[in-house]
């Protein structure tokens, strides 16, 4: 879309506001949010200024000058503000080459997208994100002088089956390992999942499913597979909603990888593919239907996963969940069906693998 189809939109919806969203170095989703008046062809074209400094691992004080630079392309209506928003994703600017920062996340995805193509390996590259959580009633943790501890609680929990509740224990709830795909009332979220998955439809992304995960509090979402850029937006859009939804319902969602000791913890699979024109690269004659070029974007990752855990384990909270016997990989290895393995080869039957 260009400023002028955006000005017509803001006039079509009566937007009073605009907010402006970009990605910090941890992933975290920043705004701010613009009165109407600033907003023209001129704020929407060439963006505006903000204090890079102040973002945790960008800019030092004495160059903090950077400029957000609207994305057209896509805008959406906050469905969680009272007065009439409209959200437009940034790209993180440097004010003097005005070239990309180097350490904006959705730049970087840019700019890979921009090598693929010049590499002449294929045109467009598909990614399919499965972000876990897990949603609790209670969340409390301390760090003093003379004591330190956490504490989660959820309705769900099995470590409840003996707690009084002023209206009865009603003793539906998962036990461990076992939340996977239970119906009503033990699991216990339904309607919550549903208001996450509206709200991220009313924002544009294309959404496919939910469902309760194996530990008891968890849950996950689906949505389509998309391109890079456009799927790290709607991964924004989906941790905005499951937050913001899970807190309307008085209640805190967390994308931690385990909250809790001896269950499941919370990863996020995502599926990959490369495309040619309308060719599948990644489809083939070799190891569980795979290609040539499939078998080396593989050797990629595993050559390259210890660089890569830099972003994908990024805590030590990561590793807590990366052990044996629950689900996820322990190993630097690839395998079809396997759901442990590291890289693992899904069973298809479709042509457009």
Known sequence: MSADNILKKIKEKDIEYVDLRFT??????????????????DMLNNGIFFDGSSIAGWKAINESDMILKPDLSNCFVDPFFTHNTLVLF??????ISKTYYERDPRSTAKKAEEYLKKTKIGDKAYFGPEPEFFVFD?????????????????????????????N???????????????????????????????????MGVKVEKHHHEVAPSQHELGTLFN??????DSMQIYKYAVHNVAHSFGKTATFMPKPVKNDNGSGMHIHQSIFKGNTPLFAGDKYAGLSDECLYYIGGII??????????????????????????????????RNRSASCRIPFS?????
């Open 24 to 41: 910090d170095p941890r992933g975290k989703l920043q705004h701010v949010t613009q009165d109407l008046a600033t907003v023209d062809e």
């Open 227 to 232: 391109t890079l850029v456009n799927q790290g």
């Open 90 to 95: 940034c790209d993180v600017m440097d004010p």
């Open 138 to 166: 209670d969340v409390r943790f301390t760090n003093e002088m003379n004591k330190t501890g956490f504490e989660v609680d959820s309705v769900e929990g099995p470590y409840n089956t003996g707690k009084k509740y002023d």
């Open 303 to 336: 050559k390259h996963a210890r660089a890569l855990n830099a972003f994908s384990n990024a805590s030590t909270n990561s590793y807590k969940r990366l052990i044996p016997g629950f689900e996820a990989p322990v190993l630097l290895a690839y395998s079809s």
């Open 168 to 202: 009865g224990n009603m003793g539906h709830r998962p036990k461990i390992k076992g939340g996977y795909f239970p119906v009503p009332p033990v699991d216990g979220s339904q309607d919550l999942r549903s208001e996450c998955l509206k709200a991220m439809k009313d």
């Open 349 to 353: 039957t479709s042509k457009k693998r």
